[in-house]
């Protein structure tokens, strides 16, 4: 079905051109703990708008050197949220790793390389990708899916830095992709290289249903005002989500 809707989401985004979102209404609705890092260091997701909405989730941090991100959660933590959006912001899904400004956790194990789905045996603790003794190995990997196999998201957003792209999609997600590009002025340009496996927003892709996720690869340094532009990218593709899937649902 979301499919189906991309034709009518691309119109509208069309239409809405890059104008800030005309938020309705916002409430705070909860903040969890949905797991524990490798020293014990919790990992909290808040939750904002209105339960039942069509779910989105942000995720900030997901390498610890990479935390421009924070900069966006932080806004989106202080937006008005639109009404029939249950927007879910994680911060960091690795705080060790933003704590200590590295790439991986505590253990050095590179996340984004630790996921079920794809997962690769890679290098050893010390390699920049080390990927895990196997698949969700860590208790971060193992909170993000289990949070995300209760909240069945049909959006997800991951920041990463610095390439300063966002690659090319197909369908509905390619049309919120080219979106979030057309209002952040971040390009659309195909990522080529490396060995991509055990990536969290290709995991959720394909093992959450009807779920789209993509990447966000923010450029070196991220400022408070372009942070603002980017939680009114978040709002306005969600915004364009909600409307797309309740028309194709009146039909």
């Known amino acids: 079905m979301l499919r189906r ?16 979102a005309q938020a309705q209404s916002s409430s705070f609705l909860e903040r969890r703990v949905i797991g524990t890092s490798v020293l014990g260091t919790p990992i909290e997701a808040v939750r ?8 989105v989730v942000v995720v900030g941090v997901i390498h610890g050197n990479e935390a421009a991100g924070l900069l966006i959660t932080d806004a989106l933590q202080e937006a008005v949220v639109p009404n029939g959006i249950d927007l879910w ?5 690795n705080p060790d790793g933003t704590a200590l400004d590295q790439r991986g956790n505590a253990n050095r194990v590179d996340l984004n390389r630790n996921f079920p789905y794809n997962w690769a045996k890679m290098g050893k603790p010390g390699y920049w990708q080390f ?9 971060e990997t193992k909170a993000i899916v289990a949070f ?21 999609g197909t369908g509905l997600e390619g049309t919120m992709r080219s979106a979030y590009s057309r209002l952040t002025g971040i390009p659309i340009k195909r990522i080529t290289g490396g060995r991509y496996t055990g990536v969290a927003a290709t995991w ?12 966000v ?6 400022d408070s005002t372009q942070a603002k532009v980017h939680s ?20």
């Open 5 to 20: 809707v991309a034709g009518l989401l691309l119109a509208c985004a069309i239409a809405s051109g890059v104008a800030p």
């Open 48 to 55: 904002l708008g209105t339960k039942g909405g069509v779910v």
């Open 89 to 93: 912001i994680i911060p960091t899904m």
């Open 131 to 139: 990927a895990g003794k196997s698949k969700a190995s860590e208790p």
């Open 148 to 168: 995300m196999r209760e909240i069945k998201p049909t959006l997800g957003i991951w920041y990463h830095q610095d390439l300063n792209i966002i690659s090319p």
């Open 204 to 215: 959720q892709r394909n093992s959450i249903k009807d779920g789209m996720a993509f990447v």
């Open 217 to 222: 690869e923010l450029g070196k340094t991220l």
């Open 232 to 251: 009114s990218a978040v709002l306005n593709i969600a915004m364009l989500l909600r409307d797309g899937l309740s028309s194709k649902l009146d039909k």
